[in-house]
């Protein structure tokens, strides 16, 4: 059936559905036979496609070729194949891995797209339900505001001034505006989408008035399902620190690749001009050193590792009602350094109710501004809709006035919905005496546009003395921090010709104010002061009454003085110069409209500063984009602000920003502190390698450095990520933007303990391949150069170098657990971090079981090593810990200087 043909009775009975919508009942068997509301998405990868992806990074590759050559030379040399065994398990663990970390990243995404799932307001069961998009199914009959995305091919069947941005679909740049009537075309042809103006299709947007509407289509049946056949997600960019992160990994790819051609060509070149035999096996030997260097200098897990935590971080802060609609927010919020809220629900609770009022009849006044609302009073006597409304439809009710019955009496007939620009809204209601038009909205706008006032129970010219008596009474509500709303009415003998704004609100009838209490968020106080020691300025927007705006902010202490507040008038009256000359102290704007919104946040950022603005009406969308970090309302929210904001606030609470940024810093620290860590270790492999290349001997090989990077580095890495923030994150300022990844010391950090580690393994293989006859202290008579791989001191000298950094790097990751505290410090605050514990525990039983069970130990070319050995190889690796706090307590003190 063409839809936009037919009449509206005609299409519900089509549809099987009526202007009450469907039951629940009638819904669920229409999503179990028809499917989801969703188009087709791209097929995912295999687990098989997605296991040979992990083969084909260049490292894996020279692993593959690493193994090659050792079965080659196995077979040559008649041996068992060790090397080639553990390398290929090595590889194997690595893509499993990989393809875990993988699918865990990529669940945790989905449960956060979950979380933001889009939802409609649907009749069913007769009462305004909101019902995930996905789940609408042909019948459902759905309520449309300004701001809402339209969930599904629809027949419009009521229209109030609606206009439709269809731009996604059509092309089309400017709002169409939509009616009921039937549209024919030119006979059988088919009217084109953009003039099918009786219709709503997915993905377009209300941008203006409201409306309700039947679900005709759904899915891959839509218009858009149908010039879309399979339109996949949009991928996740990666963060700024991923990108430079992937520049460093193959920056290091390249530089190690070069040192292991030069390591390679130098052991060649030595040995040939020292005289020595050239032989394949000590090629391929020379080969095997190189890899070896190779394994050790790359950070195979780095990108991983950084991914994970972005992941189980946005997921915590999922937990924590804020909802990462884009990566790159996490690392922006630790810079945020403005952070500008709406006042309504944010800063206040958005629970209003009316508590005080001016009028000439209290019954009357409910009545006009019940009706002038866009509520549902539901069967059970609960409102649905917009809080501030709801609380004048709750005044009414209070009165006796059900707001279903009064419409019974006085049924709307025509309006001009409220937008943020007028401040005001406007309906036109069918009366036995003809047609009377109630108008709510600011008290200043409303007054200024009305001709007469109803005083001492008749209608009067509007004076000077009774605007001042408004005025009078207006202020006295604002400063008990109420929100004040005007009523106003006008009467015709029928149906204006025009229902535009302009030719409606005029020449009105003020009838009252009402002033309605929305209590001040408890936690919020709180939320302020920790913005004030985290280095950030909470600043305050609303379209309130300047001296509500100025009352709330006192009590919150976001200002002092009633000087640091602004209206949108006296911001109009200001150039860009001059505006930039007081933005920095003004921190309260009311009155307000959103196109300064926009304007406040480009002051800032003109300044430099990180600034984050909160917004949940359609007009707020441009002034959300703008900031660096744009927060949409999950409650109040449209889904315009929700689809461009980077992060969504499930309870609409300023708290929740707070805790985000001190989540983002978390996160943001806890990368920083992997980094280092593996960094530190692979640098610390790198040198050892490098040092015993120079000096004639082979300290480790590359399945020990796998083993390493894969037991003992991976799993701290990761459990670093989830470690608690420190105790003074939000005494902090703002980190910058620029701070690159090796800012605030840490590169400084990678080298010392790098050479650090170094030493100390050094130092333990010196000690196995001395000692291998019974410890002699003499160090005059010690070996330090050309020591042969296969000799019992080799073995027990690498097995002991291999004890001492794998332990050293595990005791390493508690130094990590904060870049300049103390450790012990931390612990006896009781900061632990269970899972690091763990991980340590598990890598000291899992390499000593490598060193000590017999077949792992003949396969690794391991030593037995006794109590006394094992003891110093475990003493070498803990100075890591004393040696490490005593520099932190040098750092300290001179930064303190």
């Given at each position: 059936m063409n839809f936009y043909r037919e009449e509206v009775e005609t299409v519900l009975k089509e549809v099987d559905s009526s202007s009450a919508g469907l039951t629940s009942a009638e819904a669920a068997q229409r999503l179990e036979k028809n499917g989801k509301?969703?188009?087709?998405?791209?097929?995912?990868?295999?687990?098989?496609?997605?296991?040979?992806?992990?083969?084909?990074?260049?490292?894996?590759?020279?692993?593959?070729?690493?193994?090659?050559?050792?079965?080659?030379?196995?077979?040559?040399?008649?041996?068992?194949?060790?090397?080639?065994?553990?390398?290929?398990?090595?590889?194997?663990?690595?893509?499993?891995?990989?393809?875990?970390?993988?699918?865990?990243?990529?669940?945790?995404?989905?449960?956060?797209?979950?979380?933001?799932?889009?939802?409609?307001?649907?009749?069913?069961?007769?009462?305004?339900?909101?019902?995930?998009?996905?789940?609408?199914?042909?019948?459902?009959?759905?309520?449309?505001?300004?701001?809402?995305?339209?969930?599904?091919?629809?027949?419009?069947?009521?229209?109030?001034?609606?206009?439709?941005?269809?731009?996604?679909?059509?092309?089309?740049?400017?709002?169409?505006?939509?009616?009921?009537?039937?549209?024919?075309?030119?006979?059988?042809?088919?009217?084109?989408?953009?003039?099918?103006?009786?219709?709503?299709?997915?993905?377009?947007?209300?941008?203006?008035?409201?409306?309700?509407?039947?679900?005709?289509?759904?899915?891959?049946?839509?218009?858009?399902?149908?010039?879309?056949?399979?339109?996949?997600?949009?991928?996740?960019?990666?963060?700024?620190?991923?990108?430079?992160?992937?520049?460093?990994?193959?920056?290091?790819?390249?530089?190690?690749?070069?040192?292991?051609?030069?390591?390679?060509?130098?052991?060649?070149?030595?040995?040939?001009?020292?005289?020595?035999?050239?032989?394949?096996?000590?090629?391929?030997?020379?080969?095997?050193?190189?890899?070896?260097?190779?394994?050790?200098?790359?950070?195979?897990?780095?990108?991983?590792?950084?991914?994970?935590?972005l992941s189980m971080g946005v997921t915590t802060m999922s937990k924590k009602n804020a909802i990462i609609r884009k990566l790159t927010a996490v690392e922006t919020l630790g810079c945020a350094q403005i952070i500008c809220s709406d006042k309504t629900g944010t800063l206040t609770q958005n629970v209003m109710t009316v508590v005080d009022s001016f009028c000439e009849d209290e019954k009357n006044l409910a009545t006009m501004m019940s009706l002038c609302t866009d509520v549902t009073v539901n069967s059970d006597g609960s409102v649905t809709g917009e809080p501030t409304e709801a609380a004048l439809v709750n005044f009414a009710i209070k009165l006796g006035l059900n707001k279903n019955d009064l419409q019974e009496k006085m049924p709307r007939v025509a309006e001009a919905p409220f937008d943020s620009g007028r401040k005001m809204m406007s309906t036109l209601h069918q009366t036995a005496n003809g047609i009377v038009q109630f108008t709510k909205g600011a008290p200043d706008i409303v007054v200024s546009l009305c001709k007469y006032a109803q005083m001492d129970g008749k209608v009067v010219p509007m004076s000077d003395e009774i605007k001042a008596k408004i005025s009078e009474e207006n202020k006295r509500m604002a400063d008990k921090a109420l929100r004040v709303l005007a009523c106003a009415m006008k009467k015709y003998p029928e149906i204006p010709a025009s229902t535009e704004p302009a030719d409606l609100e005029n020449e009105m009838v003020f009838v009252g104010l009402t002033g309605m209490i929305d209590p001040v968020r408890p936690e919020v106080k709180d939320a302020i002061d920790e913005c004030r020691s985290a280095g950030i300025t909470p600043i305050m927007i609303t379209g309130d009454h300047k001296d509500t705006a100025v009352a709330i902010a006192k009590e919150l202490g976001i200002i002092k003085d009633e000087k640091n507040a602004m209206t949108g008038a006296d911001l109009e009256k200001l150039s860009d110069e001059e505006f930039d000359n007081v933005v920095t102290n003004t921190f309260v704007y009311a009155r307000v409209q959103p196109e300064h919104k926009t304007r406040i946040v480009t002051a800032w950022k003109k300044k430099g500063y990180i600034t984050a603005m909160t917004g949940d009406g359609v007009n707020d969308a441009p002034s959300i984009k703008s900031a660096d970090i744009g927060v949409g309302m999950g409650i109040t929210g449209t889904d315009v602000t929700k689809n461009v904001a980077d992060m969504v606030l499930a309870d609409d609470n300023f708290a929740t920003i707070v805790s985000a940024v001190g989540e983002g810093r978390r996160i943001y620290d806890n990368i920083r502190k992997a980094i280092q860590f593996l960094l530190g270790s692979n640098l610390s492999e790198v040198l050892s390698i490098f040092f015993a290349t120079l000096l004639g001997f082979t300290i480790l090989e590359a399945p020990h450095l796998l083993w390493i990077n894969l037991v003992t580095d991976c799993f701290p890495a990761l459990a670093l990520g989830v470690e608690k923030p420190e105790s003074n994150i939000m005494k902090r300022k703002p980190r910058s933007t620029k701070d690159g990844i090796f800012s605030g010391g840490l590169g400084i950090d990678v080298l010392y303990q790098g050479a650090l580690v170094t030493l100390l393994t050094m130092a333990a293989y010196f000690v196995g391949v001395n000692s291998v006859n019974g410890f002699n202290w003499d160090l005059s008579t010690w070996t330090f150069t050309n020591i042969a791989l296969g000799t019992e001191a080799g073995h027990l000298g690498t097995t002991m170098a291999f004890l001492t950094m794998s332990m050293c790097e595990i005791f390493h990751s508690l130094n990590m657990r904060s870049q300049r505290g103390s450790i012990f410090a931390m612990a006896f605050k009781g900061s632990h971090n269970l899972l690091l514990y763990g991980s340590m525990v598990a890598t000291l039983i899992l390499t000593t079981l490598v060193i000590e069970v017999p077949f792992l130990a003949a396969a690794f070319d391991f030593s037995h090593l006794d109590i006394a050995h094992y003891g110093i190889a475990i003493g070498l690796a803990f100075l890591i810990i004393p040696i490490v706090e005593i520099i932190k307590v040098i750092q300290r003190a001179t930064s303190k200087k």
């Open positions: 509301n969703k188009l087709k998405q791209a097929e995912k990868d295999s687990l098989l496609k997605r296991f040979f992806a992990q083969l084909t990074d260049p490292m894996i590759i020279i692993l593959l070729a690493a193994a090659a050559i050792s079965a080659v030379l196995a077979i040559v040399e008649k041996e068992f194949p060790s090397d080639v065994i553990i390398i290929l398990v090595v590889v194997l663990i690595n893509a499993v891995l990989g393809v875990y970390q993988e699918s865990k990243a990529e669940k945790a995404i989905e449960a956060l797209q979950e979380m933001s799932a889009a939802t409609t307001k649907t009749l069913r069961d007769g009462n305004v339900v909101a019902v995930k998009s996905e789940d609408l199914v042909v019948g459902d009959v759905i309520i449309l505001d300004a701001g809402d995305a339209i969930p599904a091919d629809c027949r419009i069947i009521e229209c109030a001034s609606m206009k439709i941005e269809e731009a996604a679909l059509t092309g089309e740049s400017v709002p169409v505006t939509k009616m009921l009537e039937v549209i024919n075309g030119k006979g059988e042809e088919a009217v084109p989408l953009g003039d099918r103006k009786n219709m709503a299709y997915m993905g377009s947007t209300l941008v203006y008035g409201r409306g309700k509407a039947v679900v005709v289509a759904t899915g891959m049946d839509t218009e858009m399902g149908k010039i879309a056949d399979a339109i996949a997600t949009a991928e996740e960019g990666e963060t700024p620190l991923q990108k430079k992160l992937s520049q460093l990994s193959k920056t290091l790819t390249f530089l190690v690749i070069g040192i292991c051609v030069f390591i390679f060509g130098f052991q060649l070149i030595k040995t040939f001009l020292g005289g020595g035999e050239l032989g394949l096996h000590t090629v391929l030997d020379f080969f095997m050193v190189a890899v070896s260097l190779a394994v050790a200098a790359i950070p195979e897990g780095l990108a991983a590792v950084v991914t994970i935590v």
